[in-house]
C-alpha cells in the first residue's frame, strides 16, 4: 500500500510520467533478457513447445506486444499452482512475479533500450530435458498417430510398454522426457507396469488406451505436459522397478500440424538410475469416482476430506498407521477441469496447503515437487477438491449442450485425481 498510492497519485496527476521508481528504465541486458529466460524459454526456443522462439532479442522485440498482453491476461507463463500455497522446485520458473511484468513494461515504454552488456544479468535458458542419463527407453519405431477416434477427433491416446532392459530390480530417481515430434505431442504420462497386466498388442504400433488405463493407475510415476522440467525425486529416495515390469509411456497425441501428414513421433524417456535407496516412494491415487457434473454448472466443485485413523485391523491384528511423507502431487482432470485443492489439517489443526489453483490447464499438467515434504499421521486430515466449468461457454466444452458428466478415463468424460508420491514411514 505505501508504495502503489504516491504511484496511483503520480500517475493520476501526471499522465505522461513512467511507472515505477527507478531513475533509469530497465535495458535488455539489466533485466529483460533475465526475465525472459527464467520465465518464458523453457518453452519458446527453437527446440521448445511453444510456437514462437523469444530467446533472441530481435525476436521479444517483435513481440513484445503480444508478449506483455499475455502476461498481463495472465496467460503467460501457464498458471500453475499458486506460489502462496507451496513452494516448488523449480517454482523461480513456474510463476510471474508481478515486477517482472512491471519491468517489462517500463522497458517498452522507453522503446526497448539494449543497454550495456557490461550490466548483463541473463539466466541460463533451462530445458526439460534431464542431464546425467543412465537409462532411455524410447518408443520401437517412429509412430504416426492414426487420429481415427471419431469421438474425439485429431486426438489420440497410445500407450506403448518398453523395456528396461535390467535383469536386476533397480530404483528411478530422477525423469524426464525426450520429446521428438513436437508439433504431435500433447502430453505423456509415464506408468510402470508387470508384464501380466498389459493387454496383448503389437508392441511397434502400442494400443489405444483412451479407455484402457484404469487398471494401470496405480502404477503412474510421473506426468509430462510442454514446459514440464525434469522431476528428480529428493536425495536418498527412489521408485523401485521389477525385472518383469514394463515402463508404459501412455502418449498423448494431437494434430499440431495438419500440413505435415507424413509427420512421425519416436519420443522417449530418460532416467537416472540406482541399484539401492534410503527410502523406497510409492504413487498413492487419491480421488473419487463419485462426483457428477450438472450440465451448464460454470464452477462446480467436489471435494471431500479423509481423516487418518490411528490404527486398522488386520488379520485380527491391531495396526498403527505409518506416516506418510508426500513429496510430489500431480492434480489431474479432463479437459473441463478448471480448480483444484490439496490440504493437509494436522492433528494440532495446522493448516498445510499442498497444491491449490483456480486455474487448473489440461494442457498444462505438472507434477509438483514439494520444497519442503508434507507428513501426513495418524489423526490428520487430508482435503482434495476439484472444479470443473461444464458451461456451454467453456472453450474446452465438447458437447452441445452440455450434459451431465461423471467419471470416466475418456477425455469427454472427467477424473478428480491427485496422485501423491512418497513414501511410508512404519
Ligand atoms: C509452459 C510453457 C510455456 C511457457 C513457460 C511460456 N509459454 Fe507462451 N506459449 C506456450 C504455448 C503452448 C503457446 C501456444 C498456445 C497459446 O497461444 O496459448 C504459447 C504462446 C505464446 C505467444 C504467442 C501466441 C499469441 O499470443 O499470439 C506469446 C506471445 C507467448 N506465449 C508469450 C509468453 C511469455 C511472455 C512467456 C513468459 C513470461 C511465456 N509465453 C511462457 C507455452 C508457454
Not at 510463476?95 to 522507453?110: I, K, N, Q, T, Y
Not at 488386520?314 to 495396526?319: A, T, Y
Amino acid at each position: 500500500m505505501r508504495f502503489l498510492f504516491p504511484m496511483l497519485l503520480v500517475v493520476a496527476c501526471a499522465p505522461s510520467a513512467k511507472k515505477g521508481e527507478r531513475a533509469q528504465a530497465p535495458t535488455w541486458h539489466s533485466d529483460v533478457q533475465r526475465i525472459v529466460d527464467t520465465h518464458c524459454t523453457r518453452c519458446h526456443q527453437a527446440e521448445g513447445t511453444a510456437p514462437v522462439d523469444l530467446t533472441t532479442r530481435a525476436a521479444v522485440e517483435q513481440w513484445s506486444d503480444r508478449m506483455l498482453e499475455r502476461m498481463l491476461a495472465g496467460e503467460m507463463p501457464p498458471p500453475v499452482s499458486e506460489p502462496d500455497c507451496r513452494d516448488y522446485v523449480g517454482s523461480e520458473h513456474l510463476s510471474l512475479p508481478a515486477d517482472a511484468v512491471v519491468a517489462f513494461e517500463e522497458w517498452m515504454d522507453a522503446g526497448m533500450p539494449e543497454g550495456d552488456p557490461a550490466d548483463s544479468t541473463a539466466a541460463t535458458i533451462v530445458t526439460t530435458e534431464l542431464s546425467e542419463v543412465d537409462l532411455t527407453v524410447q518408443l520401437p519405431i517412429p509412430h504416426r498417430p492414426f487420429f481415427d477416434d471419431t469421438r474425439n477427433p485429431n486426438n489420440e491416446y497410445r500407450c506403448f510398454a518398453l523395456e528396461h532392459g535390467q535383469d536386476e530390480p533397480f530404483f528411478i530417481t530422477a525423469l524426464g522426457p525426450q520429446i521428438d515430434a513436437i508439433p504431435l505431442v500433447h502430453h505423456i504420462v509415464v506408468y510402470v507396469d508387470n508384464i501380466d497386466d498389459i493387454p496383448e498388442h503389437d508392441p511397434e504400433e502400442g494400443w489405444d488406451c483412451i479407455d484402457n488405463m484404469a487398471g494401470l493407475d496405480e502404477g503412474m510415476i510421473a506426468g509430462w505436459a510442454p514446459g514440464a522440467l525434469p522431476f528428480e525425486f529428493p536425495e536418498g529416495t527412489g521408485y523401485r522397478i521389477e525385472p518383469n515390469e514394463r515402463i508404459i509411456l501412455q502418449m498423448h497425441y494431437y494434430d499440431g500440424a495438419p500440413d505435415q501428414p507424413d509427420l512421425r513421433d519416436q519420443s522417449g524417456y530418460d532416467f537416472r538410475i540406482t541399484d539401492s535407496v534410503d527410502t523406497e516412494l510409492i504413487m498413492v491415487p487419491y480421488g473419487t469416482y463419485n462426483f457428477s457434473i450438472p450440465a451448464g454448472d460454470p464452477a462446480y466443485t467436489y471435494g471431500f476430506e479423509l481423516e487418518l485413523p490411528e490404527s486398522f485391523e488386520l488379520d485380527g491384528l491391531e495396526i498403527p498407521v505409518p506416516d506418510f511423507t508426500i513429496y510430489g502431487v500431480f492434480p489431474h482432470m479432463h479437459v473441463l477441469g478448471s480448480g483444484y485443492e490439496l490440504t493437509v489439517t494436522q492433528e494440532d489443526g495446522t493448516e498445510e496447503c499442498v497444491v491449490r489453483s483456480d486455474k487448473y490447464d489440461f494442457n498444462n499438467q505438472l507434477t509438483y515437487d514439494l520444497k519442503e515434504p508434507v507428513v501426513l499421521g495418524p489423526g490428520d486430515k487430508l482435503w482434495w477438491s476439484c472444479t470443473w466449468d461444464n458451461s456451454a461457454t467453456n472453450p474446452d466444452q465438447m458437447f452441445d449442450p452440455p450434459v451431465e458428466i461423471g467419471y470416466g478415463e475418456r477425455t469427454d468424460q472427467e477424473m478428480c485425481w491427485a496422485f501423491t508420491l512418497g513414501a511410508l514411514t512404519f
